[in-house]
């Protein structure tokens, strides 16, 4: 069976990743989206080691991640200013930064702020997010991969869906449409 193309994040939990010149084990790969649905970097939660930031492309081969990135290109995930967190969103439904120790707490807040892995409305339906679908190099999320209240699937793209207004401050919320065209009342 071919292998479907693009890259689930579901998929990259738990893997090696080659740099040029290292390779590191994650436990998380979580990628940060932009409003244009650009990832302008992913945050690498290590094994061993405190979390870091990874800006440029990330292949998947099935079983491995790689980067043509050196192992001095990787950050401290501070180097990210929590303000601009308020512009990206990530899928992190394991909730990560929950246990992530020796990392700024202003910073944990601004990524739990972040995380769209809750439900919302679209189109007068309930969806749970269940998966994001990123391309080939991690570089554009190609897809929402949702599920409404039976588990049906449904796939978003660009343009119908605005990442943004998915941000909410607590795993228990559910507000407003992700419509980018609902207007407020």
């Known amino acids: 069976m071919p292998r479907e193309s693009g890259i689930r994040q579901r998929a990259i939990v738990g893997r090696r990743l080659d740099l040029a010149d290292f390779e590191l ?4 790969t979580l990628p940060f989206v932009d409003a244009a649905w650009e990832v302008p970097f992913a945050v690498l939660d290590l094994v061993g080691s405190p979390p870091r930031v990874l800006a440029g492309p990330i292949h998947w081969d099935g079983s491995r991640l790689h980067s043509t990135e050196p192992k001095a290109a990787l950050r401290r995930i501070e180097s990210v200013p ?21 990392v700024d707490r202003t910073w944990i807040e601004a990524a739990f702020a972040s995380n769209i892995a809750r439900p919302f409305m679209h189109a007068g339906k309930k969806l749970k997010i ?7 190099g991690m570089e554009r ?14 796939e978003l793209h660009r343009g119908e869906v605005d990442l943004l207004s998915l941000r909410r401050g607590r795993p228990d919320d559910v507000e407003g449409s992700s419509s980018p065209t609902a207007k407020a009342l």
């Not at 269940?130 to 080939?136: Q, V």
């Open 141 to 154: 999320l190609e897809a929402i991969l949702a599920k409404d209240d039976v588990f049906r699937p449904i």
């Open 25 to 28: 084990l994650t436990k998380y």
């Open 130 to 136: 269940h998966d994001l679908r990123f391309d080939d």
């Open 82 to 102: 929590p303000e601009d967190l308020g512009h990206l969103v990530h899928y992190d439904p394991w909730w990560v930064f929950r246990g992530a120790s020796g």
